[in-house]
């Protein structure tokens, strides 16, 4: 007999704004994949972006869950509350020797020539990996403004080709965390990267199953290659349609027609917007 496994699934927003039409979407599938195999699911505040994220959002996608009906199985992490935890993983890959720190404007690498371009815009070029140790002594000592990069091609050297990883709808996946080129992992202002807080909390968490955007779909690459560089145990992928609007273009905060509190104040239920949404009654 096959040993019965309980998933664990969970629904991380960035509380920059209520929640959306879409939001919703992701949080029921999460939420429902969950209670049908009997596991577990938890929400997790992704406010690593102290610039954007106000406490009164969390405050209001709580209220936004409770009214869909969803409520966290455990205590919702919070990501400022754990800047230590990937503080750490950064540290085990600065010993891996897979970092390295970028003096890049925004400007200059928008405006920079020749780059090649990834799924969502032109890839950093890599300007600062190619810095002598001596140049980048000196501005470090220079007090210069820096972000971390993961340098890809070392990263790729350590863990070797074969890493795979697999979704539930597109089968197998040979990673090619190459796509997104070297991500951020760290700014000043912004301790831990989305791509490096989102896979040591998936890890912390115990989550088994990641079910998210599939806009994501080239993030989870890079995901793959930080679990295996920070020793992490691999979940299982399930990225889901994004919801559209009118217009076609997928929801964002700009549709306020949408968000949640304005479908509340018109008098929907939740049981309408699951029948809009095309999910079974919950
Ligand atoms: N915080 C991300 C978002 O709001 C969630 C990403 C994820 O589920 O991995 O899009």
Do not use: N
């Amino acid at each position: 007999m096959v040993p019965f496994a309980p998933i664990s699934t969970r629904f991380a927003p960035s509380p920059t704004g209520g929640l959306h039409l879409g939001h919703a979407y992701a949080a029921w599938i999460a939420h429902d994949r969950a209670r049908a195999a009997g596991g577990r699911f938890l929400v997790r505040m992704e406010d690593i972006d102290q610039t954007r994220c106000r406490p009164a959002f969390d405050a209001a996608i709580i209220e936004d869950l409770a009214w869909l009906g969803i409520m966290s199985d455990g205590p919702v992490r919070r990501q400022s509350a754990h800047f230590d935890d990937y503080r750490a993983a950064l540290a085990r890959l600065e010993a891996l020797g897979v970092l390295y720190p970028c003096f890049c404007t925004r400007s200059e690498i928008a405006q920079a020539v020749g780059a090649p371009q990834g799924p969502a815009g032109p890839l950093y070029p890599g300007t600062c990996r190619h810095l002598t140790a001596a140049a980048r002594g000196r501005r470090l000592a220079g007090g210069q403004d820096h972000a971390l990069r993961l340098d890809i091609a070392g990263a790729r050297r350590i863990v070797g080709p074969a890493l795979c990883w697999h979704d539930e709808k597109a089968g197998r996946q040979e990673a090619r965390p190459e796509e997104l080129g070297d991500v951020v992992l760290a700014r000043k202002e912004t301790p831990a990267s989305y791509h490096l807080a989102v896979t040591v909390d998936d890890a912390l968490q115990g989550i088994t199953l990641v079910t998210r955007g599939v806009d994501l779909f080239p993030a989870t690459h890079v995901h793959r290659l930080l679990q295996a560089l920070l020793d992490l145990p691999v979940p299982d992928y399930a990225h889901h349609g994004l919801v559209m609007g009118e217009d076609g273009i997928r929801l964002a905060k700009r549709d306020r027609a949408l968000t949640l509190a304005a479908m509340r104040a018109a008098g929907e239920s939740p049981a309408d917007l699951r029948r809009r949404l095309g999910l079974a009654p919950g």
